[in-house]
């Protein structure tokens, strides 16, 4: 099993669900956040005074897949979050070791 956290921008939170959905993934965490990268955020102007933003308004998406799952929805989130703009985000995959599923005491593949 592996665990996928990706940071994607708000707007592209709903098309990266669907087509989660259409892969069959059911499950997932979603965490509005703020962080920046190599924009290292920006500078706005608000009632005449300029001013920087460095935290930007992200999204964590934070899913379990089966092994066998994993490269579909890697291609799926970097294909529908995906702008070609500076800021789109990043996807990490991360090895999981065990999960249970607490209402049926299910373990391992079953309880994702």
């Not at 920006?42 to 009632?47: A, C, F, G, L, Q």
């Not at 920087?52 to 890697?74: N, R, S, Y």
Request: proline share 3%; no cysteine.
């Amino acid at each position: 099993m592996k665990k996928i956290e990706a940071i994607i921008k708000p707007f592209k939170l709903e098309e990266v669900k669907d087509a989660l959905s259409e892969l069959g993934i059911e499950g997932m965490t979603v965490t509005e956040v703020k962080g920046f990268g190599r924009q290292k955020g920006h500078t706005e102007i608000y009632r005449g005074s300029e001013y920087t933003v460095d935290f930007l308004p992200k999204i964590k998406i934070e899913i379990v897949v089966a092994d066998g799952a994993l490269e579909g929805a890697v291609a799926a989130i970097v294909k529908t979050a995906k702008t070609g703009k500076i800021g789109d985000g990043k996807v990490f995959v991360l090895p999981v070791e065990n999960a249970v599923r607490i209402r049926t005491d299910e373990t391992g593949d079953k309880a994702v």
